[in-house]
């Protein structure tokens, strides 16, 4: 059977989970065609473990995707309430149990690559992936399509773009830039200088340090280590280690996190992205318990990726025109939360896949889109910043933060975390994508 003629032609500048999951989603309607533009040589996802709560965990169920990510683990989570995450204040020979986190269903967490790949597998044939393509800018005019102007001098067009090209997005700084000239041109200039100064990232005063550690490793060093039955959070002032298996148990995800509060809202110079000598992670965790010691040997030659944890300032707007944005393109937060770019995508797609949206109503389709997801990530975002100030135990007093007696403050610190992720157990993403269908029929519907 042949396929349907396009209503319109979607182009995606970002290959991530993030461009992938909404490629997917799309691909389901036979009557819509995607490019994918990804900037590397080969569509690939950097980093190392994702981790998936419930919340998440729905989304990728509606989208047909929940099997897939199953299969990555090394067990079938359920949906009851379970203990997922223990806290434990460790910057000390004698760590402290803090408390923990109980979750609706586990903690999903697999590998970055191996669900990039699932993503990749399961694109309809009306999705092109195009490698080596990085967005310099486009051009949208009135009835006309978008023009996309590559850096290696190339040229495409597209009914609608997408930006999930990540932090320094090109798609970003392009839509901002084209909404300043826009308010200069009705005289609002104070907007147009505001509008500019959304676009650049800034510091969240966070280097977050990642490896994967052969579990068999630390088995051998430590056969029965917490980590193996539980994901563990060990917890210290301005520092902070999460690890949890990942790739069925074969390989152990490693996130250190250093903080540097009053290095907040700055610009950072130098690489966002760089390997760093294991000795010095193994250094940001000197003295504390034995747990961690075990886990900062196992290190040694291993590969370590310093992340310089860059977030966006709260955009008033995620869609102009015919161009949208999402993902980090559109909120890049701290990674306190774990919240997923699958809710954008599925939003999205569910929009442009309605009968309702036509090349007419498209900028209106997307308003809604806009509308509906940017006080959700806005507030995902506070919460992952709030669980930075808790994760770094800033609210301890002191100059050594070692005294034993503040048990029951450390329990309030385990608590405050568990009312802050309760919106990740207690909320269905459904709700959001409901409302936005509503708003299309109510807005859109003749």
Not at 337 to 358: K, P, R, V, W
Request: aromatic share 8%; net charge neutral; charged share 20%.
């Amino acid at each position: 059977m042949s396929e349907l003629p396009s209503k319109f032609h979607v182009a995606i500048c970002g290959g991530g989970i993030g461009g992938l999951t909404l490629a997917f989603a799309l691909s389901k309607s036979p009557d819509i065609s995607v490019d994918i533009y990804e900037a590397a040589s080969k569509f690939t996802e950097i980093g190392a473990g994702i981790g998936v709560w419930w919340r998440t965990r729905q989304v990728l169920k509606s989208l047909g995707l929940e099997e897939d990510a199953i299969r990555l683990l090394h067990f079938r989570p359920g949906e009851d309430r379970v203990p997922s995450l223990q806290h434990r204040k460790a910057d000390q020979p004698d760590g402290l149990a803090m408390g923990t986190l109980y979750s609706r269903g586990e903690l999903m967490a697999f590998h970055r690559a191996e669900f990039h790949g699932v993503l990749l597998n399961r694109l309809s044939s009306r999705c092109r992936t195009l490698p080596s393509k990085r967005l310099e800018s486009y051009v949208q005019q009135p009835g006309a399509p978008i023009m996309l102007h590559f850096q290696d001098g190339s040229m495409a067009t597209c009914d609608i773009l997408i930006g999930a090209d990540g932090i320094k997005s090109a798609v970003r700084r392009t839509m901002f830039q084209e909404a300043a000239k826009l308010a200069e041109s009705q005289h609002r200039n104070t907007d147009a200088a505001e509008l500019r100064n959304l676009i650049e990232p800034r510091f969240s005063g966070v280097f977050c340090y990642r490896a994967l550690i052969p579990a068999a490793r630390l088995s051998s060093i430590s056969p029965q280590h917490r980590i193996f039955s539980s994901p563990v959070q060990y917890l210290g002032k301005n520092r902070r280690i999460l690890a949890f298996p990942i790739s069925r148990g074969r390989l152990v995800n490693l996130s250190a996190d250093e903080f540097h509060p009053h290095e907040e809202g700055t610009h950072f110079d130098g690489p966002w992205v760089a390997d760093v000598d294991p000795s010095y992670v193994q250094s940001l965790f000197q003295g504390w318990e034995k747990e961690v010691d075990e886990i900062v040997q196992c290190l040694d030659d291993l590969k370590i990726t310093r992340w310089v944890v860059n977030v966006m300032p709260t955009l008033p707007f995620f869609a102009f025109g015919n161009v949208a944005i999402l993902g980090d393109a559109a909120h890049a937060m701290t990674p306190f939360q774990g919240a997923g770019a699958g809710q954008d995508a599925s939003i999205l797609a569910a929009l442009l896949s309605n009968e309702l949206a036509t090349k007419t109503t498209l900028p209106q389709v997307l308003e809604i889109y806009s509308r509906v997801r940017q006080p959700l990530a806005t507030e995902v975002a506070r919460r992952s910043r709030l669980n930075g100030e808790y994760f770094s135990l800033r609210s301890l007093a002191g100059p050594d933060h070692h005294d034993h007696s503040s048990t029951a403050r450390l329990q309030g610190i385990a608590k405050q975390i568990q009312d802050n992720f309760e919106w990740a157990f207690e909320t269905e993403a459904s709700v959001d994508l409901r409302r936005a269908l509503s708003l299309l029929r109510a807005e859109l519907a003749t």
